[in-house]
């Protein structure tokens, strides 16, 4: 029997997602929406109030929902059906957050139309849905890989005109949502964990709802070729073939978004059954890596596009707001000059020192993960199994904590990179929870970022935060 208060959490959440999807056809990310527009323009507009009024309750209804049941759902099919629910009238509103899926469409139609998105922008190679594209997006490469713009001209070829290829858009990050779900009960088991816990955090979160299914984004397929991929390597460690289709996998989720890139090593450590030794380690990476290989080869060969797709990259961080940490510490570091009439531009110098951070945490956690792992002795313990997964899981959802962070742009979606995963192996959730609840108030329906008009203020109490959490991770140090 369902306790009251996840009774009342389920339709409150409910009617959060009703007035989130109200909120988008009054003034979602409409294709004729008005850009370069302000919250105060937002409100002087006919339906503005109502907009602002419905995706503001809205999303307190449904991240408090969310919230209110952290610790886990009554049960796995509960938390299922609520997610489900609560996805359904996102599913049939126009695109929520972002104008991004446009860019997909555009991306999509350049390919299917003998232009190679990596060298020519949406404009130049004449998409006749231009004006729905940010302009900030009009002139760059495509950042991601060949399995996603295949998917986007497919999306393309399949919708026809503009609205059908959004909705095949949708339906393709959808289908990234259901192999995500289907495998999280059985990463759950291997991890340890509750199901009904795991299910809940990482699939009913407002940042689910709003960016992956009405947004169309495509984390959602590269969540799901992720858990997939992780899936068969904790199923069957150290088996050839599962972990040649693992690297398959992890290699196609790469050739989506290249941030799936940092689990792999992970990955590799998930799949040693036996007492890890240096031998078995080279033995096992080099399965994953062939497998891995295989599909970036393949699919670069399929596509036609070879691995230009990698020079796009660069132009993910054209974008400045302070929602990504090195980018506020460079922008307080430019104010501070500016009162002594500097101009230091540290923006690009912090991001760059923030990347070499960041290749240094990524081999601190792996050693550390490796180092953990080498402490089992009983390979035969099937509670040594669990804890074994459970130890590489955790390293590959602190791995994406840490992309994200350091990172030289942060949007809300990249939220749910790790969060997927700290759903599996995070003993407290708090951590965690509060900072994607958070990241659901960022994005006003029509994809307007509230950081674009909070950088000073929100510079200052992003570098004070990090601050303050520096200081108390290196006191917490000293007194252990």
């Given at each position: 029997?369902?306790?009251?208060?996840?009774?009342?959490?389920?339709?409150?959440?409910?009617?959060?997602?009703?007035?989130?999807?109200?909120?988008?056809?009054?003034?979602?990310?409409?294709?004729?929406?008005?850009?370069?527009?302000?919250?105060?323009?937002?409100?002087?507009?006919?339906?503005?109030?109502?907009?602002?009024?419905?995706?503001?309750?809205?999303?307190?209804?449904?991240?408090?929902?969310?919230?209110?049941?952290?610790?886990?759902?009554?049960?796995?099919?509960?938390?299922?059906?609520?997610?489900?629910?609560?996805?359904?009238?996102?599913?049939?509103?126009?695109?929520?957050?972002?104008?991004?899926?446009?860019?997909?469409?555009?991306?999509?139609?350049?390919?299917?139309?003998?232009?190679?998105?990596?060298?020519?922008?949406?404009?130049?190679?004449?998409?006749?849905?231009?004006?729905?594209?940010?302009?900030?997006?009009?002139?760059?490469?495509?950042?991601?890989?060949?399995?996603?713009?295949?998917?986007?001209?497919?999306?393309?070829?399949?919708?026809?005109?503009?609205?059908?290829?959004?909705?095949?858009?949708?339906?393709?990050?959808?289908?990234?949502?259901?192999?995500?779900?289907?495998?999280?009960?059985?990463?759950?088991?291997?991890?340890?964990?509750?199901?009904?816990?795991?299910?809940?955090?990482?699939?009913?979160?407002?940042?689910?709802?709003?960016?992956?299914?009405?947004?169309?984004?495509?984390?959602?397929?590269?969540?799901?070729?992720?858990?997939?991929?992780?899936?068969?390597?904790?199923?069957?460690?150290?088996?050839?073939?599962?972990?040649?289709?693992?690297?398959?996998?992890?290699?196609?989720?790469?050739?989506?978004?290249?941030?799936?890139?940092?689990?792999?090593?992970f990955a590799v450590l998930a799949g040693m059954p036996d007492q890890p030794t240096v031998r078995a380690l080279l033995r096992h990476a080099g399965?994953?890596?062939?497998?891995?290989?295989?599909?970036?080869?393949?699919?670069?060969?399929?596509?036609?596009?070879?691995?230009?797709?990698?020079?796009?990259?660069?132009?993910?961080?054209?974008?400045?707001?302070?929602?990504?940490?090195?980018?506020?510490?460079?922008?307080?570091?430019?104010?501070?000059?500016?009162?002594?009439?500097?101009?230091?531009?540290?923006?690009?110098?912090?991001?760059?020192?923030?990347?070499?951070?960041?290749?240094?945490?990524?081999?601190?956690?792996?050693?550390?993960?490796?180092?953990?792992?080498?402490?089992?002795?009983?390979?035969?313990?099937?509670?040594?199994?669990?804890?074994?997964?459970?130890?590489?899981?955790?390293?590959?959802?602190?791995?994406?904590?840490?992309?994200?962070?350091?990172?030289?742009?942060?949007?809300?979606?990249?939220?749910?990179?790790?969060?997927?995963?700290?759903?599996?192996?995070?003993?407290?959730?708090?951590?965690?929870?509060?900072?994607?609840?958070?990241?659901?108030?960022?994005?006003?329906?029509?994809?307007?970022?509230?950081?674009?008009?909070?950088?000073?203020?929100?510079?200052?109490?992003?570098?004070?935060?990090?601050?303050?959490?520096?200081?108390?991770?290196?006191?917490?140090?000293?007194?252990?």
């Amino acid at each position: 029997m369902t306790a009251p208060g996840a009774s009342l959490s389920r339709y409150a959440g409910l009617v959060g997602a009703v007035l989130l999807a109200v909120a988008g056809h009054l003034g979602g990310a409409l294709p004729d929406a008005p850009l370069g527009v302000t919250p105060a323009s937002i409100w002087r507009t006919p339906d503005g109030p109502a907009t602002l009024t419905c995706w503001l309750i809205g999303t307190v209804l449904l991240v408090g929902a969310w919230w209110s049941l952290r610790e886990g759902a009554p049960s796995t099919r509960w938390a299922y059906v609520t997610a489900g629910l609560w996805a359904l009238p996102l599913l049939l509103a126009p695109p929520l957050g972002s104008r991004d899926v446009y860019s997909y469409a555009c991306q999509g139609w350049t390919y299917a139309h003998g232009v190679d998105p990596y060298t020519v922008g949406v404009a130049a190679a004449g998409c006749p849905w231009l004006d729905t594209v940010a302009p900030i997006w009009r002139d760059t490469p495509a950042p991601y890989g060949p399995v996603f713009v295949l998917l986007a001209a497919l999306a393309v070829g399949l919708g026809g005109g503009l609205t059908g290829t959004i909705v095949a858009l949708r339906v393709i990050a959808v289908a990234g949502l259901l192999l995500a779900a289907l495998c999280l009960p059985a990463l759950a088991r291997a991890a340890g964990v509750p199901a009904r816990r795991a299910v809940w955090l990482a699939l009913a979160g407002p940042l689910v709802g709003v960016h992956l299914v009405a947004g169309a984004h495509n984390d959602a397929v590269m969540l799901g070729l992720l858990l997939c991929g992780l899936l068969v390597v904790v199923r069957r460690p150290g088996r050839p073939a599962a972990l040649l289709l693992a690297g398959a996998l992890l290699g196609l989720a790469v050739t989506v978004k290249a941030s799936a890139a940092v689990v792999v090593p992970f990955a590799v450590l998930a799949g040693m059954p036996d007492q890890p030794t240096v031998r078995a380690l080279l033995r096992h990476a080099g399965w994953l890596a062939g497998g891995l290989l295989a599909a970036l080869l393949v699919t670069s060969g399929v596509s036609g596009l070879g691995f230009g797709w990698v020079g796009g990259l660069t132009h993910s961080g054209d974008s400045e707001q302070w929602t990504s940490p090195p980018t506020a510490v460079g922008f307080v570091v430019d104010y501070a000059g500016a009162l002594v009439g500097r101009d230091p531009q540290a923006v690009p110098v912090v991001r760059a020192v923030a990347l070499l951070l960041l290749v240094g945490v990524l081999l601190v956690l792996w050693w550390r993960t490796w180092q953990v792992l080498r402490g089992f002795h009983d390979a035969a313990d099937p509670e040594d199994g669990v804890a074994r997964s459970l130890v590489a899981l955790h390293g590959a959802a602190l791995a994406l904590v840490a992309t994200v962070v350091l990172s030289p742009v942060f949007h809300p979606w990249y939220a749910t990179w790790p969060l997927a995963l700290l759903a599996l192996t995070a003993a407290r959730t708090t951590w965690f929870v509060l900072p994607a609840a958070g990241a659901a108030f960022l994005a006003l329906p029509d994809g307007t970022n509230l950081a674009r008009f909070t950088k000073a203020p929100g510079a200052l109490a992003m570098t004070a935060l990090l601050l303050t959490v520096l200081l108390r991770t290196v006191a917490r140090r000293q007194r252990r």
